[in-house]
Structure formats: structure tokens, C-alpha cells
T-cell receptor
Framework: DTEVTQTPKHLVMGMTNKKSLKCEQHMGHRAMYWYKQKAKKPPELMFVYSYEKLSINESVPSRFSPECPNSSLLNLHLHALQPEDSALYLC??????????FGPGTRLTVT | KQEVTQIPAALSVPEGENLVLNCSFTDSAIYNLQWFRQDPGKGLTSLLLIQSSQREQTSGRLNASLDKSSGRSTLYIAASQPGDSATYLCAVRGNDYKLSFGAGTTVTVRA
């Protein structure tokens, strides 16, 4: 099974809302990632977790808060977002060979 | 900083023609190179992973080559089909967890 799942598929939220994105993999991968992708652009790395510890934060605003409850789960908590945060949010995990596997993404719209 | 360039940005071919997609990178100190496919509004699908010690990888109609010293990779897709229409992204990994992506080549295969 080489699947990364993400929920929800679509999310619309107001600027004062709090919501969370969820990502799950059961491939035994020990590195997990959050990316943000704007239309017609490549993905931009946001966070990397390695062995459930945050190892890379690409200077992401604090309104995005990642969490890794266990080796299979990755959450992204959202609070007080701006309209420019509207994008496709992608989760990925990587194997021991560092091949990255991506989920289908969550399409986020901030109103 | 690693810079990844993909040429051409867009390509339109008739069905049955072979596709040649190019990727170049500025820093040859890479760990691996990965080719992805992305359909509109979807996540990334890993096509091929080439480790830095390898020269090429093949999967079905796909073949990717890597020339690390010259900073180049080429993805060949034989006998293209309309279902091959998508954006193809090249990404290189350095000595950390980060992938540096090219901007992609958008392929249209005409029936």
C-alpha cells in the first residue's frame, strides 16, 4: 500500500475560524511533510517531521501549526488565516530511500 | 541554493509520438532525483526515482536518465497516449529532507 490519505478534500473557512487538516500513511515511513501549492506553481515546503519530531520549519507564519501525534498521522492546525493562504495543501511521506509519496491534497479556500 | 529548470514549459504532441522532457539543476551534489506527474487539482504521483549513483530508471513506457556531473535529467515517454496529458515535475533532493522542484512541463497529447 503506497497511499497517503488526506481529509477533508475541500475546506472553506472564514478568517476567524479554527480548522485542521489531517494526513495519514500506513507505509511505515518516518518522515512526513506539509507543502503548499498555488495554482500553476510547484509545491512549496512548509514543515518536515522526522521520527515524530519537527525537523524543518520553512519560516511558516504561526497561524499554521503542525502536529505529529504518532508515526502515521500528521495534522495541520489553521487559525486566523488570510485569503492569500487559499491553496492546495499537500501532505507527503518518504521511505528509507527518500522517495516521496504525496496525498491527494486539501483544497483550502479562505473567505 | 539549488535551482531546477524544466524545458519546455508546455508541449503538445499527437498521440503515438514519443515525449522528451528535460530537467536541469545547478548543484550536482544531489541525493536523488524524482519525476512526478500531477493532474489538475490533484496530488503528485511519483513516476520514477533515480538515486545519485544511478544513470537511469525504467518503468513501462517511461525511462528517466540522470547525468549528475552535467546537472541534467531527461524523462522519455514512449508512444504517448491522451491519458499521458498532465503536468510533469522534476524534483531533486540534496543532503537534507528538502525537495527542490522545477516549475513543470505541461503535456497535452492530442487524440
Amino acid at each position: 500500500d503506497t497511499e497517503v490519505t488526506q481529509t477533508p478534500k475541500h475546506l472553506v473557512m472564514g478568517m476567524t475560524n479554527k480548522k485542521s487538516l489531517k494526513c495519514e500513511q500506513h507505509m511505515g515511513h518516518r518522515a512526513m511533510y506539509w507543502y503548499k501549492q498555488k495554482a500553476k506553481k510547484p509545491p512549496e515546503l512548509m514543515f518536515v517531521y522526522s521520527y515524530e519530531k519537527l525537523s524543518i520549519n520553512e519560516s511558516v507564519p504561526s497561524r499554521f501549526s503542525p502536529e505529529c501525534p504518532n508515526s502515521s498521522l500528521l495534522n495541520l492546525h489553521l487559525h486566523a488565516l488570510q485569503p492569500e493562504d487559499s491553496a492546495l495543501y499537500l501532505c507527503a511521506s518518504s521511505s528509507i530511500s527518500y522517495e516521496q509519496y504525496f496525498g491527494p491534497g486539501t483544497r483550502l479556500t479562505v473567505t | 541554493k539549488q535551482e531546477v529548470t524544466q524545458i519546455p514549459a508546455a508541449l503538445s504532441v499527437p498521440e503515438g509520438e514519443n515525449l522528451v522532457l528535460n530537467c536541469s539543476f545547478t548543484d550536482s551534489a544531489i541525493y536523488n532525483l524524482q519525476w512526478f506527474r500531477q493532474d489538475p487539482g490533484k496530488g503528485l504521483t511519483s513516476l520514477l526515482l533515480i538515486q545519485s549513483s544511478q544513470r537511469e530508471q525504467t518503468s513501462g513506457r517511461l525511462n528517466a536518465s540522470l547525468d549528475k556531473s552535467s546537472g541534467r535529467s531527461t524523462l522519455y515517454i514512449a508512444a504517448s497516449q491522451p491519458g499521458d496529458s498532465a503536468t510533469y515535475l522534476c524534483a531533486v533532493r540534496g543532503n537534507d529532507y528538502k525537495l527542490s522542484f522545477g516549475a513543470g512541463t505541461t503535456v497535452t497529447v492530442r487524440a
